[in-house]
Nanobody, 124 residues
Framework: QVQLVESGGGLVQAGGSLRLSCAAS????????MGWFRQAPGKEREFVAT????????IYADSVKGRFTISRDNAKNTMYLQMNNLKPEDTAVYYC?????????????????WGQGTQVTVSS
C-alpha cells in the first residue's frame, strides 16, 4: 500500500508556472506507475499525465501537451508536475495517483491509490 500527499498548488496568473509535488510513503514507490489527474467544479476527474516506473515513458493529455512536464525521483519517493504557461481552464483540484499497471495508463480505474488533492487556480 502507498499513501500520497500532494503539495505546490496555489493561485497564479495566466501565463505563469507552478510545480506540484506528490510525496509517497512506503518502500515500493518505484514499482508503481504514477499519474496526475484533475477535477474542475462540476466536471468529472480527467487524466493529465502519467509516468512509468523508471520515468522513461510518459503520456500527456492533449490539453496540456507542450506545457506540462511529469517527472519522478524514485530515490526521494516523489513525483512532480511542472506546469508552464498556465491557462484559466487549467483551474482544478489536482490529484496524484498510483497504479499497479504494467505500463503507463490513462485510465482512472487503473489507479488504486489517490492523494487528497491540491487546488490550482489560474486567474485571467
Amino acid at each position: 500500500q502507498v499513501q500520497l500527499v500532494e503539495s505546490g498548488g496555489g493561485l497564479v496568473q495566466a501565463g505563469g508556472s507552478l510545480r506540484l509535488s506528490c510525496a509517497a510513503s512506503g518502500r515500493t514507490f518505484s514499482r508503481y506507475v504514477m499519474g496526475w489527474f484533475r477535477q474542475a467544479p462540476g466536471k468529472e476527474r480527467e487524466f493529465v499525465a502519467t509516468i512509468s516506473w523508471s520515468g522513461g515513458s510518459t503520456i500527456y493529455a492533449d490539453s496540456v501537451k507542450g506545457r506540462f512536464t511529469i517527472s519522478r525521483d524514485n530515490a526521494k519517493n516523489t513525483m512532480y508536475l511542472q506546469m508552464n504557461n498556465l491557462k484559466p481552464e487549467d483551474t482544478a483540484v489536482y490529484y496524484c495517483a498510483a497504479s499497479r499497471a504494467a505500463t503507463t495508463t490513462t485510465r482512472r480505474g487503473d489507479y488504486s491509490y489517490w492523494g487528497q488533492g491540491t487546488q490550482v487556480t489560474v486567474s485571467s
